[in-house]
T-cell receptor
Framework: LAKTTQPISMDSYEGQEVNITCSHN???????ITWYQQFPSQGPRFIIQ???TKVTNEVASLFIPADRKSSTLSLPRVSLSDTAVYYC????????????FGTGTRLLVSP | DADVTQTPRNRITKTGKRIMLECSQT?????MYWYRQDPGLGLRLIYY???????NKGEISDGYSVSRQAQAKFSLSLESAIPNQTALYFC??????????????FGDGTRLSIL
């Protein structure tokens, strides 16, 4: 089971870049890294997924170093609407029971 | 995600009652999941289903049962509800693919309170 560790909370201001790092020291060879965003009273929403190096989409970037023991979600120029909980998940084809959402990182963006 | 619909959105009931939460999806996905979220905590997997005839226990299946009536429908039952099952329940779906890394699509949840 690839357990993940994230900061409990982060604060930022509008227009800043936010980087949330997730530690997954025992990630398996076939594991992918996936990030979700959750607003209050809503289900989590998929943001981005990667296996190695860097992945970028219209919402965020995901940086994964060569050893894959950590990953960093980067949100460029955040706005108030980016205030949410962000979850880092690690999972591959070893069974769905092992796909675990941790407590996530609560990001608060202020004006 | 409007493609995954959960009913009811809110439910208050008493200890010992049988409760059924329903989930339907229009995404055409084979895989469906039920999660539970407690205040301030992450999601925990209750049951998951790869197709109509394939149902599996998750991390916390005790006290729950499920039924996959069709590809698009997956219901969660609490046979005899107890107060510590008070939580926010989410249904999710995902497409076929290598393992558990397929992105999951969540409904907006059912808030269940057991008195």
């Amino acid at each position: 089971l690839a357990k993940t560790t994230q900061p409990i909370s982060m604060d930022s201001y509008e227009g800043q870049e936010v980087n949330i790092t997730c530690s997954h020291n025992n990630i398996a060879t076939n594991d992918y890294i996936t990030w979700y965003q959750q607003f209050p009273s809503q289900g989590p929403r998929f943001i981005i997924q990667g296996y190695k190096t860097k992945v970028t989409n219209e919402v965020a970037s995901l940086f994964i170093p060569a050893d894959r023991k950590s990953s960093t979600l980067s949100l460029p120029r955040v706005s108030l609407s980016d205030t949410a909980v962000y979850y880092c998940l690690v999972g591959g084809n070893t069974g769905f029971q092992k796909l675990v959402f941790g407590t996530g990182t609560r990001l608060l963006v202020s004006p | 995600d409007a493609d995954v619909t959960q009913t009811p959105r809110n439910r208050i009931t008493k200890t010992g009652k049988r409760i059924m939460l329903e989930c339907s999806q229009t995404k055409g996905h084979d895989r469906m999941y039920w999660y539970r979220q407690d205040p301030g905590l992450g999601l925990r997997l209750i049951y998951y289903s790869f197709d109509v005839k394939d149902i599996n226990k998750g991390e916390i299946s005790d006290g729950y049962s499920v039924s996959r009536q069709a590809q698009a429908k997956f219901s969660l039952s609490l046979e005899s509800a107890i107060p510590n099952q008070t939580a926010l329940y989410f249904c999710a779906t995902s497409g076929k693919g290598a393992g558990s890394n397929q992105p999951q699509h969540f409904g907006d949840g059912t808030r269940l309170s057991i008195l």
